[in-house]
């Protein structure tokens, strides 16, 4: 069977958890992603099997009030959007063990030029090639693993830039990387494992810390990262960055343009993502009338796409 998670999973650590699952038409799943995106519902994923053409709409929750009370918003949302659900969704509580079991079956090792992101469960068993480095991951732990789309777009992104830099005689430890919005910190994790020796992750939701800290501490990290509370306002206040990016909404994005851009350093880049493919153009357009000349390029991945600018 091949299965495709949409959307990005919420964090839960060490606990007993309830889950929610309900199918929904194959054709729906889009839809489905889409409005879990809109109403920013982090909880709920959508589950594809691209070879039976069948999809679930899952929800993992803390407790079964918490899950109750989720599937009583979600439902009307999804029926505005014109997704159909198929039965009675089956509620069931899952423990810690559960919960990560399940995701083993999802999540598997990938490699992006010298950088791998591989399952902390593989670790005995996975090679790395000489010159290589690796960030272990465990989705049992953490607001996403660098499997989404628009994770996947900014760590592209993050290793060409840093192999251009460094061709061009560019010594990458003295830049600022600033990941702002961290999630889980994988972005910044993975520029200190590349070479960036002045990394910053903020967030406003204090979880995310924690969770990115742990991540740190997975990898043997710590203390290289600074990660901390903060918002696109307050999160800037130590400085510019060489490196800065933002994988958050693009209706997020368009809001803050400003603080973004005003956050790069001259000759530094801002890699925004979390952007629908069908949202570009609005999110290009918006930026290039706050900062006129710096150079736009964009990548599609799937239905995301990301958007890249380089201050002159």
Not at 81 to 106: F, T
Not at 166 to 173: L, N, P, S
């Amino acid at each position: 069977m091949e299965l495709r998670w949409r959307g990005k999973a919420g964090t839960f650590a060490g606990m007993a958890l309830f889950e929610i699952k309900t199918e929904i038409p194959f054709t729906a799943a889009e839809a489905a992603d889409n409005t879990l995106l809109e109403h920013g519902l982090e909880n709920w994923s959508v589950l594809e099997d691209v070879i039976v053409q069948r999809a679930w709409l899952v929800g993992m929750f803390a407790d079964e009030s918490e899950a109750t009370q989720a599937w009583a918003t979600v439902t009307p949302l999804l029926v505005d959007a014109g997704v159909a659900i198929v039965g009675e969704p089956v509620r069931r509580s899952l423990g810690d063990a559960d919960w990560r079991d399940s995701y083993k079956a999802h999540f598997h090792a990938w490699q992006f030029g010298r950088l791998h992101w591989v399952p902390v469960w593989e670790r005995a068993t996975f090679s790395l090639p000489p010159g290589d480095a690796v960030l272990w991951l465990d989705p049992g732990m953490a607001f996403g693993t660098g499997n989404h789309e628009t994770t996947r777009l900014c760590v592209e992104r993050l290793v060409t830039l840093a192999a251009e830099r460094q061709r061009a005689g560019v010594e990458i430890a003295n830049q600022r990387v600033i990941d702002a919005g961290c999630g889980s910190g994988i972005l910044a994790l993975s520029a200190a494992l590349l070479g960036y020796r002045d990394v910053a992750g903020f967030d406003n939701d204090l979880e995310a810390v924690r969770v990115s800290e742990e991540n740190a501490a997975l990898n043997g990290l710590e203390g290289n990262v600074q990660f901390r509370l903060g918002d696109l306002v307050t999160g800037f206040a130590d400085g510019p960055g060489d490196v800065v990016f933002a994988n958050i909404l693009a209706n997020v994005l368009i809001q803050y343009a400003r603080e973004l851009t005003a956050a790069v350093a001259p000759g530094g880049t801002l890699i925004l993502s979390g952007i629908l493919a069908v949202e570009v153009a609005q999110v290009q357009a918006a930026f290039a009338a706050v900062v006129p000349a710096w150079r736009q390029e964009s990548c599609v991945m799937g239905e995301w796409s990301d958007v890249l600018l380089v201050r002159p």
